[in-house]
């Protein structure tokens, strides 16, 4: 039978960077049952050996605290891995061992990567290996994991641990006089009982009820309630004992000893340094300037513009190949299907969903790649550590400035790729708060709506409104996740007790691994999710059809005009020349009316028409009438089908977003609509429900479909709020004389 | 020698931690890093707002914010 091996670690300790370099491509990413924490695995065939190999999640220590040591502890009780490789940083070794001490004390079967040994000796730091491992009592297997160096030796130790029969029994460690008569004293009542027995060693169960372990003691209450209580008792006694003579708790004074020892360890002459250690590595070197007062945000900027940039700009070649194959598909359909709804499905619901679906690749995988390697150089946790003070007054963390940004913070962005960079954030109810308001900022999809009114009704001010506009998105988002994190997501800040990792060059390797596979996971979950959406708006857009008599009503048009014109001219048109004489123009023109009515009348007829004509008792108040709500309800499909929804109801032919300078003029002439108008319709539109694109995505990233509706709901009631405060405050100053 | 708030630390300050008076997830959190009495501590510097303030520890830095440095008493070296 293939055995698990599970690779566990501090982060940033090379974790991921090993298991890249024992598995290969041969992995997939998936997630923990019910949770969205990520989970890696992979195979790995060395000497002859066929394991199957678990990255949990890195972390510093097994509390209930954080669901990513949930997890890793779950895993390592529930899965019980033949063998658990712990990945410690040999330049960091003390904090490393924390975490070791504490697998020790589970009695899972153990043994040490010491990686980046040759960073401790560049730092004059010498570890007896072998000393370190009789000290630990399991191999310690020296490795660079970056160049591949020692995996070899370490494949064979942890092939060597598996076929060993006898495992060691948990580790002990005396917690001081106080706290172990107290543990003795539970885990005696434990093993008698047979309390948890199976799952964890009697003894850890009974460390785990001092710290006040949440996620055990629930356990153990559901398990047997009464005895559940004794223990809690007994746990009770040691905290207000310790609480009356030392003024702490079990909790602390068991950190206190679990760092004395391996203090006590160290002091054997584990690790010995050369030369002057007080001296400035590369990387503090490097902080120096990066978090310098004023070099810092400059440089910031600099590096978060030109993620901005590589994410747009030079995704904008291989969005266009993927607009151009789906265009040729589309005309590929619309040239040899029959005419009809069967066609119509497949141009408008399936190859443009389709083609909707795969348009945001380059994208994600542009924005995960530069998002990689500012992570894995070290620099996102800069950025975090220089921000945290402006986005923590919004109850954010410094982390969320990337998602925004990437949201279209700088006007132009995409909140698809942008939700997905709050995977960056590990902080559970910052990136909650940060998923639900990064869509109120100006995508890409938006400013052709802007762009329509702002020329029409702003056309001397265009530059400075287009910059209100941003302005505006970046206050409502801030102050909607201030008031998120009030309510629904309220809670204390999660602490700050974040690493600053040293500057690594990333590996080539391991950033087309992180990238190729998230991107892999937006089109294999999110993908066919969207398609089936793509569909269902399409058919709320085209049924019910125009009834038969409409449909003869247009017909009957189009012959007459055709009967009233010379024959000459209907015999041009029907040669489909490229160039028309002026009076077969006249001709075309008359017809192309005729097409547009039709198709605003079927627009209006279609269940999408309806609900907006059915609205605009209620939109009024906002200043929108049915055609404006029409392609507000398009516009969940994408934004900037708003714009040629609008077009089809002002029964214009095709409106390209691109070009909207008739469709501009057209709404500047119309006595219904006025600059008032179109600040509420610009307000609407930054606030409004996201795209549902973009709501797959927050479903998917928080885990729940409730928040994926909770975003719908709560942007589309904050978006017509804000209008009509807009509009009504308006129309009764009558400033814009509304 | 000194005893002092973490907050009140100058930047290349050094000093060892003598108490950290906060209990709960915040407290666990700071003393799985490492930060428990008898370590010693630099204040390798300050974000561009002063706050948050990364600290150097056992050959690596970390990052608290001042809120949370509140807790921590350090006796300070010269």
Known sequence: MEKTVAL????????????????????????????TVEKKEGVCLENGARLKVVDLPGTYSLTAYSLEEVVARDFLVREKPATVINI?????????????????????????????????????????????????????????????????????????????????????????????????EMEGKITGAGFLAGAYPARWVALKYLEKDKQIRELGHASDAAFAAELEEVAERLAHHLETTLQTDPEAMIVDHRYGYIRSLMQQGVVSYRGDQSRLHVSDKIDKVVTNRFLGPLIMAGVVFGLYHFTFTYSEVPVGWVEDFFGWLGALAEAHLPDGLFKSMMISGVIDGVGGVLGFVPLILFMFFGIALLEDSGYLARVAFMLDRVFRVFGLHGSSVMPFIISGGIAGGCAVPGVMAARTLKSPKERLATLLTVPFMNCGAKLPVFALLVAAFFGDHRASVMFLITVISWIGALLAARLLRSTLIRGAATPFVMELPPYRLPTFRGLLIHTWERTWQYIKKAGTVILGISILLWAMMTFPGLPEERLAGFERQRQEILASAPASSVAELATEAEELS?????????????????????????????IGTSLEGVSRLAGFDWRTNIALLGGFAAKEVVV???????????????????????????????????????????????????VVCIARESGSWKWGAFSMIFNTALAFALSVTVYQLGSLSGYWGG | ??????????????????????????????????????????????????????????????????NEADHIDVEVEG
């Open chain 1, 88 to 184: 410690v940083d040999a330049s960091n070794l003390e904090r490393n061992l924390y975490l070791t001490v504490q697998f020790m004390e589970l009695g899972v079967p153990l043994c040490i990567a010491l990686n980046m040994m040759d960073v401790a000796e560049n730092r004059g730091i010498d570890i007896d290996v072998e000393k370190l491992s009789h000290l630990m009592g399991m191999p310690v297997l020296p490795i660079v994991a970056r160049n591949g160096r020692g995996k070899r030796e370490l494949v064979a130790a942890a092939s060597g641990l598996i076929r060993t029969p006898e495992k060691s029994p948990p580790l002990v460690i005396s917690y001081g006089a106080d706290i172990d008569l107290a543990l003795a």
């Open chain 2, 1 to 66: 020698m000194a005893i002092i708030n973490m907050r009140k630390m100058a930047v290349d300050q050094a000093g060892t931690i003598v108490d950290i008076k906060v209990g709960g997830e915040l407290g666990r959190r700071i003393r799985d890093m490492g930060l428990v009495p008898g370590t010693r501590v630099k204040v390798q510097g300050r974000a561009p707002l002063n706050d948050p303030v990364a600290l150097r520890l056992m050959g690596f830095t970390l990052t608290l914010r001042n």
């Open chain 1, 8 to 35: 566990a670690g501090n982060p940033n300790s090379g974790k991921t960077t090993l298991f890249n370099e024992l598995t290969g491509a041969r992995q997939h990413v998936g997630n923990y049952p019910g949770v």
């Open chain 1, 582 to 610: 002026a009076e077969t123009q006249a001709l075309r023109d008359r017809l192309l009316e005729v097409d547009a009515a039709a198709a605003e009348a079927a627009l209006r007829n279609s269940l999408a028409g309806r």
């Open chain 1, 644 to 694: 040629s929804t609008l077009g089809t109801a002002y029964s214009m032919s095709e409106v390209d977003p691109e070009e909207t300078a008739a469709l501009s003029a057209r709404l500047a002439a119309n006595p219904a609509w006025d600059p008032l108008v179109a600040w509420s319709l610009i307000l609407f539109t930054i606030f409004y429900a996201p795209c549902f694109v973009t």
